[in-house]
């Protein structure tokens, strides 16, 4: 494969464009100028540190080191889904039960695609592990926190309903069916939109990432496709785990309601 490679001159050029976002915020008065700063330097400071790790940990091919690294990213993805929540439960629940979800769904989805698909050798080949964990994990991480952020919100507006339900006998998972729904729906959003714009509207960005290092097209769009149906099969187990996991937060073995587990919106 051939690629052009991009020099500091060329980072420098396209960081300029981020002054677009801030001239956007200064005209509509939308405070975001520091935060744009300081997600900016985030960002540029973990891809340049994240494409140092990952290119000496492919030249280990230890699964040791993979594990590790796998590990790093689905601890700190669980921290994000918690970060995003406007509803937060007391204690390390919620982190939990994000993380055990994402390691669920993210060994599920990265297993199925490195042994049942790829079939790589060695199978636990980190050039081929990390990506693809790493776009199950991004993908699935904001599919359940949109699940647990919309029925957390939900559950507190529709309080009275749901409490009307549990008193007439429900249990409480029909009590909080219509929520659950509403809050599956939203989690699974994304990837469906996504599903549905590639091709046409966009090229994904491991497909474009893949043409502009020289993969054949064809080829580029096989894996994209693959990877297309990867997310979306792990982000619906994930959504669905999640909003009952949720379920489960805010109620107990006597099926009652317990808000009283959840933090204050101002906290």
């Known amino acids: 494969m051939t690629y052009v490679p991009l020099d500091i001159t060329d980072l420098m050029l396209a960081a300029s464009l981020i002054l677009i976002n801030g001239a956007v915020s200064w005209a509509f008065a939308l405070g975001l100028e520091r935060t744009l700063l300081i997600n900016s330097v985030r960002m540029t400071l973990q891809l340049a540190m994240i494409g140092f790790v990952l290119k000496w940990i492919f030249a280990q091919t230890s699964p040791v080191w993979t594990a590790g690294l796998a590990t790093i990213m ?22 939990l039960l994000g993380s055990g979800t994402l390691l669920l769904v993210g060994t599920l989805g990265t297993g199925f695609a490195v042994l049942g698909i790829i079939g790589p050798d060695p199978w636990y080949q980190p050039r081929y592990v990390l990506p693809i964990l790493g776009m199950v994990l991004g993908n699935a991480m904001t599919g359940i926190a949109l699940t647990t952020s919309t029925l957390l919100e939900s559950a507190n507006r529709d309080r009275a309903a749901i409490e009307a339900r549990l008193s007439l006998g429900a249990n409480r998972f029909s009590a909080i069916s219509e ?9 699974l959003m994304p990837i469906l939109n996504a599903m549905a714009a590639s091709g046409i509207v966009a090229l994904p960005g491991m497909m474009t990432g893949q043409i502009l290092a020289g993969l054949d097209p064809i080829e580029a769009t096989k894996y994209q496709i693959m990877i297309m149906f990867l997310i979306a099969g792990a982000t619906a187990l994930g959504v669905v785990i999640a909003g009952y ?14 808000l009283d587990r959840l933090l204050p919106t101002s906290a």
């Open 179 to 187: 929520t659950l729904r509403l809050a599956l729906r939203t989690g």
């Open 74 to 95: 689905i601890l700190v993805a669980g921290y994000e889904i918690v970060s995003r929540l406007s509803r937060r439960p007391k204690g390390f629940a919620a982190y």
């Open 245 to 258: 996991g949720s379920v489960m937060l805010i109620t107990d073995s006597r099926h009652r309601l317990r």
